[in-house]
């Protein structure tokens, strides 16, 4: 067997996570579905979601045996009740699922705007409490934030507001739903097909090359390094209420 060095470096060290069930909200590209391949990796049994159940099987499907998927759009709060319910008891929860926009305050659609809080902030929001019930007591859970919350980039107000009240929330709810674990991920510009929807080709290339150029680490993350710290935070059990920053030196420049 060909041993990756990724593979090295994890398997077998992350001991909360083998023969845990971990439910990852929006895992059909990106970041969630590169956490959910690493999460079953580490010998979890995963449970995908996608608001298409179509897709959300498609991808359980590439992602092989011990991955399934369901469909839930997590700005409905009772769809969310329902597929937890169905889930029954689970050890993680992982919020990736959010909408994209990006644009200055005077002329960014407000309905994109109202679509990011809806699955960002209460998506999350939604999420979580609908969890309760279900997650276990030694539990974890890893909510989303991003480094606009502290380095500014002109356009991303709106990710700026709802990262701050997400990561302000899960301080708070690490407190109220001890000794459950509720941490938060800060990613910096990671390379996910989220970049896509938000800028056209060219300007993509510029964005990346101006990324490149200025990070200290000289290249934007992948999604695969944020799933990396996700499973720390599930693993860890003595990280609480804390917001791991992953931007590759970001916020330092
Ligand atoms: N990529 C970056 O540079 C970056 C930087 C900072 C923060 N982040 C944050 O990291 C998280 C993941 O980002 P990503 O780049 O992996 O995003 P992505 O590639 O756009 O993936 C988003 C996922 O969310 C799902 N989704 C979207 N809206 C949903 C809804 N209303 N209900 C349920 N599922 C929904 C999508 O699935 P379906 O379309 O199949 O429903 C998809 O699987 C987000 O919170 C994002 O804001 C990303």
Redesign the pocket.
Known sequence: MVVMPDAIYLLGMLTNIRGKTSVV?????????ATAALLRDEGARVVI????LA??QDVAAQLGEGVEGRA????DPAALAAVFAEIGRFDHLVC?????VLGPLAEVPLDAVEALVA??FW?QYHAVRAAIPHLDPRGAVVL????VTQKVLPGASA?AAVGAAIEAAGRTWAAELAPRRINTVV????D????D?LLDAASKQAHFAGVADALPVGRPGL?REVAKAVAFLLDNEFVDGASLVIDGGHRLI
């Open positions: 909200l929006g895992a059909t590209r990106g970041i969630g579905r979601t996608s608001r298409e897709r959300a839930v759009d997590v700005t990736t699922a959010a909408s994209a699955s960002k998506g989303f934030s991003g480094t990710y990613p910096g510009v990671i996910t097909p989220v970049w929807g999604a």
